[in-house]
């Protein structure tokens, strides 16, 4: 789909007039004029990904006041950035967030083209787009779920997702080859988050108050609350494990690291067993327990993760001392009260809430 069919009727100029007015303002937008700071975009798109503006903010707002810019991020030990990370899912992320600062501060500062910040740990297309084109004026169009809707009812895709995800794409970068976009690409690009975000909305488009409406196909077809279409999404697969509160007299906990990579790699957990398709019996989970105790049934959690869902079954047990085997077999001790402060990931968390603990 090329710009000669989308631009004339989708015109940059009427919705950066419309964005020059109603521009949200967010923690890590720099204010008209000002200068950006790559540091603070590329953060806000790495915490963005499958995660709500709302439930970012706060969370962006502590990350920065701990790590103020990319060198001290850089600095900070691993374990400080997954503990500022946690609830926040997805912790590849951070993982690939830490490695990314190292390797901007070794090269002395981000790159400013696509192929540049392609290269750094955990920066995909996407990503590298936006920071081009937010922080340094280089034309392009991050395609996000906001501005994958709005060229989808622009162009009037109706092919469901996600088989349409090619043309959608190209719909987009033909709205952003209008000269308008390609003059002012910082603007532009925020300009199609928050007509996303704040009018071309998933049920119900305020159509009227558009600066689009005129040139939208699916507007003029009467279809744009439908748009995108998405195909049925499969049944997510069920997944059981039992996992191990175990405390001591001093009033601490056992934990242990997962491995560094996979999911929630090298994130805290409670011990505990594989997550499997067939629920754990209790006698084949307590076999798995970090040393012999008086366990009891402490309850179940449920967990949904992207492509499964989760249920364990948390055992709780109080001893004078965690037997030494259970620490050297990689077992971390830590205060239960201090637990706020860990490395946890949000499903262990719901566990330690359950035990009316963190």
Same mark, same amino acid.
């Given at each position: ?19 020059? /007015? ?25 915490? !963005? ?67 540049? !910040? ?24 991050? %395609? &996000? ?25 190209? *719909? ?5 080859? &209008? ?7 910082? &603007? ?5 988050? &928050? ?61 242990? /690291? ?19 398709? *067939? ?8 076999? !798995?327990?970090?040393? *012999? ?20 079954? %948390? ?33 262990? /968390?719901?566990? %330690? ?6």
């Amino acid at each position: 789909m090329s710009a000669s069919v989308i631009a004339p009727h989708a015109p940059a100029a009427a919705l950066l007039t419309w964005y020059d /007015r109603h521009r949200r303002r967010l923690p890590w937008r720099a204010p008209p004029g000002a200068t950006t700071d790559p540091y603070r975009v590329w953060l806000s798109e790495a915490m !963005l990904q499958q995660t709500t503006v709302t439930a970012v903010i706060p969370y962006y707002e502590r990350f920065v006041s701990r790590f103020p810019d990319v060198a001290a991020l850089a600095a900070a030990p691993l374990d400080d950035v997954l503990s500022a990370w946690a609830g926040l899912g997805y912790y590849a992320r951070a993982r690939n967030l830490h490695a990314c600062a190292r390797a901007v501060v070794a090269a002395g500062g981000f790159p400013r083209d696509v192929a540049g !910040l392609r290269a750094l740990p955990g920066i995909g297309p996407y990503t590298a787009t936006a920071i081009a084109a937010i922080a340094f004026g280089v034309p392009g169009v991050p %395609v &996000d779920g906001n501005v994958e809707r709005v060229a989808a009812r622009v162009a009037a895709i109706e092919a469901p997702l996600p088989g349409a995800r090619a043309a959608i794409r190209a *719909a987009a970068e033909a709205l952003g080859q &209008d000269p308008a976009a390609r003059a002012r690409p910082s &603007d532009f690009a925020q300009a199609l988050f &928050d007509l996303g975000a704040s009018l071309c909305t998933p049920a119900a488009p305020a159509c009227g108050l558009c600066p689009w409406r005129d040139g939208c196909a699916a507007r003029r077809l009467g279809i744009a609350a439908e748009l995108p279409r998405k195909a049925p999404k499969p049944a997510r697969p069920a997944r059981f494990g039992a996992h191990f509160w175990l405390t001591d007299a001093a009033g601490c906990v056992l934990l242990r /690291r997962r491995p560094p990579s996979g999911l929630l790699g090298g994130m805290t957990e409670l011990p505990g067993t594989d997550w499997r398709p *067939a629920p754990w019996l209790p006698a084949e989970a307590l076999a !798995l327990a970090p040393m *012999a105790a008086a366990w009891r049934e402490a309850g179940q959690v449920r967990h949904g993760f992207t492509h499964f869902t989760l249920t364990i079954d %948390v055992y709780a047990a109080t001893v004078g001392a965690i037997a030494a085997p259970a620490i050297a077999a990689g077992g971390l001790l830590r205060p239960v009260a201090g637990l706020a402060e860990a490395a946890l990931p949000s499903v262990m /968390r719901k566990c %330690v809430a359950l035990m009316g603990a963190g």
